[in-house]
């Protein structure tokens, strides 16, 4: 235990929230919370879910750690709440946080800049999707434009199956998006920092049962293999760093995220498919894994992130001299 950690103030872990995550979010927090404590930080459980905001500055809050996952929570809102407090907040900041949770938009972005991204349509109802499938062809996924943990994701393999895979996504966000499947390796890479001293940790590939990485199989089953070393072919792991690392200066995300990439099997080009600011902290997950791999104990990662909280906006809140 470090006493100095004290001098970080009294610290929020802001966990649970009312998204479709919200399973994990507490999952993640507990884990947080309990390293935190480890070493010495005066650390908090805060379930915005069931406590207003507004008493993070009441009770005293210096800083927040974020493990809340998902929509109110990854999406630039809770985010914008803390920057009217005033209150440090680990994370990316309010309009890093709204695009990358938007993946139509991060795609649109990262196209913009020249990063690979595989092809997709924005839809609003089943006769699109199928429209979609006749351009993207078989296999086709089928998401929520604003969800994470792959939560109403279809692949999808014939055009009668386009209508249910639409339902789904769509009982989760009226934004839908059908995107190109890339058969080939799935990596994941986590990224630590700001700007040009923003590093990406090893790459971790990911060997799911029958080939689906679904809820089930990320959060609550032994039998997904995750590779660290990634036993990539030569070259292609620092190449894949170099691209995730632009990817994540492109949307000005700062202090940690992790990105999920498809390599294709055939040429291996890789193709970002999103990317998560406010990463998992859960027994199966990835940030950990990797910083593990690096080196960093999973008590030092959680201190390396919250000594990172900030604002986009360092001013006094409303109603306290400038």
Same mark, same amino acid.
């Given at each position: 235990?470090?006493?100095?950690?004290?001098?970080?103030?009294?610290?929020?872990?802001?966990?649970?929230?009312?998204?479709?995550?919200?399973?994990?979010?507490?999952?993640? &927090? *507990? &884990?947080?919370? *309990?390293?935190?404590?480890? *070493? &010495?930080?005066?650390?908090?459980?805060?379930?915005?879910?069931?406590?207003d905001l507004w008493e993070l500055r009441r009770d005293g809050f210096a800083r927040c750690f974020i493990t809340l996952h998902g929509r109110f929570g990854e999406d630039g809102t809770v985010q914008g709440a803390l920057e009217l407090l005033g209150i440090a907040y680990t994370g990316s900041g309010v309009m890093a946080s709204s695009m990358a949770i938007d993946k139509v938009m991060t795609k649109r972005l990262w196209r913009a800049e020249g990063l690979s991204t595989p092809a997709w349509f924005q839809v609003d109802s089943a006769a699109a999707a199928q429209r979609a499938f006749a351009e993207l062809g078989a296999p086709m996924i089928v998401k929520p434009a604003r969800e994470g943990s792959t939560i109403g994701l279809t692949k999808v393999s014939t055009l009668a199956q386009c209508q249910a895979a639409y339902a789904l996504a769509a009982q989760h966000d009226p934004e839908v998006l059908c995107e190109q499947f890339i058969s080939g390796d799935e990596v994941t890479i986590a990224v630590l920092g700001t700007g040009a001293a923003a590093k990406a940790l090893p790459l971790i590939r990911i060997i799911a049962a029958d080939g689906n990485y679904d809820y089930q199989n990320k959060y609550f089953t032994d039998t997904t293999q995750y590779l660290v070393p990634a036993l990539l072919p030569a070259g292609e792991e620092e190449q894949i760093q170099q691209l995730v690392l632009k990817a994540y200066r492109s949307l000005s995300c700062r202090g940690w995220a992790r990105a999920d990439v498809m390599i294709d099997g055939a040429t291996r080009q890789p193709y970002l498919l999103e990317i998560n600011t406010s990463p998992g902290m859960t027994g199966h997950s990835l940030v950990p894994m990797a910083a593990k791999a690096a080196g960093i104990s999973y008590a030092d990662l959680c201190l390396e992130v919250l000594q990172h909280a900030a604002l986009d906006y360092a001013v006094a809140p409303v109603g306290e001299a400038k």
């Open positions: 235990m470090n006493p100095l950690n004290a001098s970080l103030g009294k610290v929020a872990v802001l966990m649970g929230g009312a998204s479709a995550e919200r399973e994990i979010s507490l999952m993640s &927090g *507990q &884990g947080v919370l *309990q390293a935190l404590r480890s *070493q &010495g930080v005066d650390a908090h459980a805060f379930d915005p879910a069931e406590r």
